[in-house]
């Protein structure tokens, strides 16, 4: 395996690497690029998720509830929990049980099996639907936006926060923006989908705004976060810098798909009626989709997020740019075959 250094901050900061690092949803998009991250930079690392690994050193486990999958985190410095429900449209109660509950079941194994550290994946999302331009960490977060995702995401950071205070444990918390790259379900695989049945659409007229942030720089503020004595009890927003229209972002997708131009798009209130016809159509013959009115909320948001603090205190720098991030995601999916 190729030996990948870990990241180095901007002014010189040196994050110390764990020797043994623990993963929950480590099947994930997020998880698994950590792993390797982690593994190539020479740390010993295992994982858990709803179905075990052998192979990648993940037991099964669920991180909604106690279970010996906790024992796998014993002697692991370093415990980083991505598990959580991506999605718009699951019921209310496993984002209570998964997302938020299984926060306090990573602090759990991470006390129990002596780590020095818990970081614990939030997102951006956190924020709601109406904040301020560039919001940074010290903006208010989401109670009641009725986006059981956001909202569960608000609420998942109270546990380790609760944690940190209390000197149970360090925590640190990221909120990442919108984390693209070949593996991003709801920012690659699904809209890849969509575009080729011809059933694709864009609020605002696709002017929304997206804070991407491609997989290796999210991984490197991850690492910056969680080596660094400077991340213990905060909370640090990790985007690539830049706010995108979302119709800039998904006609790489249309031209993957090999489609010309942007997506349709359409006001926010009509590609709301339109999302939710398909709503019920999808619920009618029994099928899921993610397509509903809060997608198409999510996908209208005008609003960005700074990213200063994690420049000023970690030395934090994206380093991959969206031309760049969507051509290697371009040659990750020709690789797997997803795309021709």
Avoid at 209 to 221: T, V
């Amino acid at each position: 395996m190729k030996v990948r250094p870990a990241p180095t901050g901007t002014a010189g900061q040196t994050p110390q690497l764990a020797r043994k690092v623990f993963i929950t949803g480590a099947n994930g998009f997020i998880g698994r690029a950590l792993m390797k991250r982690y593994l190539e930079s020479g740390s010993e690392v295992r994982g858990m998720d709803v179905n075990a690994d052998p192979q990648r050193n993940v037991v099964a486990g669920d991180i909604g509830q106690a279970g010996s999958w906790q024992q796998h985190a014993r002697g692991c410095e370093l415990v980083i929990n991505t598990a959580a429900v991506v999605s718009n449209s699951a019921p209310p109660e496993l984002y209570r049980t998964i997302t938020v509950g299984g926060v306090r079941r990573a602090i759990d194994a991470a006390v129990a099996g002596g780590a020095r550290r818990l970081l614990h994946i939030s997102s951006c999302g956190a924020y709601g639907w109406h904040h301020p331009a560039d919001a940074d960490e010290t903006c208010p977060i989401t109670t009641l936006s009725g986006n059981c995702y956001q909202d569960a995401k608000a609420a998942s950071e109270h546990p380790a926060l609760a944690a940190h205070a209390c000197g149970e444990m360090s925590c640190t918390i990221v909120r990442p923006g919108d984390v693209y790259g070949a593996g991003s379900r709801p920012w690659a695989l699904i809209p890849l989908e969509l575009i080729r049945k011809g059933q694709f659409l864009l609020p605002a007229h696709g002017k929304g705004l997206f804070s991407p942030i491609y997989i290796d720089d999210l991984a490197d503020g991850i690492m910056l976060a969680a080596g660094l004595d400077a991340g213990a009890g905060q909370i640090f927003n990790l985007t690539g810098g830049r706010g995108v229209p979302s119709s800039e972002f998904f006609s790489h997708h249309m031209r993957w798909a090999g489609r010309s131009g942007a997506p349709r798009s359409f006001s926010t209130k009509t590609a709301i009626r339109i999302a939710e016809l398909v709503r019920l159509g999808s619920k009618l013959v029994g099928k899921h989709t993610e397509a509903n009115r809060q997608s198409m909320l999510m996908l209208s948001k005008t609003e960005t997020f700074s990213i200063e603090k994690a420049r000023r205190m970690l030395g934090y720098e994206p380093k991959v740019d969206l031309s760049e991030g969507m051509r290697r995601t371009e040659q990750e999916l020709r690789a797997q075959g997803v795309l021709p």
